[in-house]
């Protein structure tokens, strides 16, 4: 990483308000680094309990996850991006991905989770972030940025809350309180000396830049628990997977069997994967944030194309599905989230849907 590069946050959001727009960011913020993590003991704990569900790479290198300063040492700040998948959910979504009663007649990616119907965000968001980088380095021409969205050992829900994008709600999703929690999220590294940020380990009112305002009543600054008395989430989950105090347990989720473990739901409990192919939206579904985010849409513009269905895959059928070959499922997936749990996997998620809807392949 070459030598720092110092500047004012004021400069950094004029020229986020310029360059976001037109990549389809819609909230950037900056966190400075080395910065205490307020819930790095959260993380711990989650890591020792063994809520983590076998994902080993979560476990690697515990300290560097919590600390970026470890992998590089000159790295100054960490920029934060969020890009909308989805405004909110609606109070009865009928897709069986996000808990609805299935009529049998809805389209196949109803049962797939709404982050994954599209391209791949790994793709879509990171090429956005690079665009911003780019311009920014324009600026700045000793601009260094390391770029990832998912895969980088960051705990990007921690840091989007410090960046100001919102609370961490007991579904553990960061939530804005007019976007809601349909976001993807990911961070650069930089060395970016940045003065003028709040000081590192609290997280900040407002992001430096955001499509629209988190809110605009001051008693609710800065990002703290939304959540009141509300449990909807950890009443909806049909697993058990949420505990308010221990987080989210990755063994229990849906989301977990579904892609991670490719189909493999513990035995005697397919049954409670339901109508769901792939993922699951149900503890974001019944979140008030994100009808409300439904219901009064705070941006008129909606998210990015690429994240709505997949042109050309509308033909195919559950039980297509529970066929499908491995050819076809190349051919069909590249490039889409659902890529990750392999042909096996989609087949045995086809089968396992169909069987809890007493249907046959
Ligand atoms: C591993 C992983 C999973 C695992 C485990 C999920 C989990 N909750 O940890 C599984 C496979 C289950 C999963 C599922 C999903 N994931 Co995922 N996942 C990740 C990944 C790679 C790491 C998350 C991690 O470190 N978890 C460890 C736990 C302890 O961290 P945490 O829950 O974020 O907790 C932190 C804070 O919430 C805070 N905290 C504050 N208060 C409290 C209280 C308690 C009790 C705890 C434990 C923590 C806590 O402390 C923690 C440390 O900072 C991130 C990407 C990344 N690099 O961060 C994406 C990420 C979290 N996933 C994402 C998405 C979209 C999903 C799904 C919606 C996909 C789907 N539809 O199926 C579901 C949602 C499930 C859910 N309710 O969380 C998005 C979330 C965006 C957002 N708005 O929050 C991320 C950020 C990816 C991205 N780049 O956009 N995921
Ligand atoms: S994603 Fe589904 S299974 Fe996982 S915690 Fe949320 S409701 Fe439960
Ligand atoms: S459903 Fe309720 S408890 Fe769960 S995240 Fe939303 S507001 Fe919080």
Redesign the pocket.
């Known amino acids: 990483m070459s030598s720092p590069i110092r500047i004012t946050a004021q400069a950094l959001a004029a020229r986020l308000a310029d360059l976001c727009p037109p990549a389809r960011i819609d909230l950037a913020g900056a966190v400075a680094l080395p910065c205490p993590l307020p819930h790095a003991e959260k993380w711990r704990q989650w890591v020792a309990a063994g809520r983590h569900g076998d994902l080993d790479y979560l476990v690697r290198d515990p300290e560097g996850r919590t600390d970026p300063t470890r992998r590089n040492p000159e790295a100054r700040s960490l920029l934060v991006f969020a890009q909308r998948y989805t405004d909110g959910w609606a109070a009865a979504d009928p897709d069986p991905s996000a808990g609805g009663v299935d009529t049998g007649d809805l389209p196949w990616t109803a049962h797939v989770s709404r982050y994954a119907r599209g391209l791949d965000y790994h793709d879509v968001l990171l090429k956005d972030m690079k665009q911003v980088l780019t311009r920014l380095r324009e600026a700045w021409p000793g601009l260094t940025a390391f770029p990832s969205t998912d895969t980088g050992p960051y705990l990007e829900r921690e840091y989007a809350w410090l960046a100001g994008f919102g609370f961490l709600g007991h579904?553990r999703c960061l939530t804005h309180e007019k976007l809601g929690s349909g976001l993807f999220l990911g961070v650069a590294v930089t060395n970016l000396d940045i003065s003028g940020l709040p000081a590192p380990g609290k997280p900040v009112d407002e992001p430096l830049y955001a499509v629209t305002p988190r809110t605009r009543h001051e008693r609710l600054l800065p990002p703290v628990d939304m959540c009141g008395s509300c449990t909807r989430?950890l009443d909806?989950?049909?697993?058990d997977?949420?505990d308010q105090v221990r987080g989210?347990d990755a063994h229990?989720?849906?989301?977990t069997w579904s892609i991670e473990w490719q189909g493999r739901a513990p035995a005697g409990e397919d049954h409670l994967q339901g109508g769901l192919l792939f993922g699951?939206?149900?503890?974001?579904a019944v979140c008030p944030w994100n009808q409300r985010a439904d219901r009064k849409p705070a941006v008129a513009d909606p998210p990015p194309s690429e994240y709505g269905v997949r042109e050309g895959n509308g033909d195919l059928s559950l039980i297509s599905l529970a066929e499908f070959s491995a050819d076809e499922f190349r051919r069909r997936f590249r490039k889409s989230p659902i890529w990750r749990c392999h042909p096996d996997g989609l087949r045995r998620n086809a089968h396992r849907v169909l069987a809890n809807r007493k249907e046959t392949p």
């Open positions: 579904n989430c909806a989950c049909p697993t997977a949420l989210l229990r989720c849906l989301s699951c939206d149900i503890c974001q």
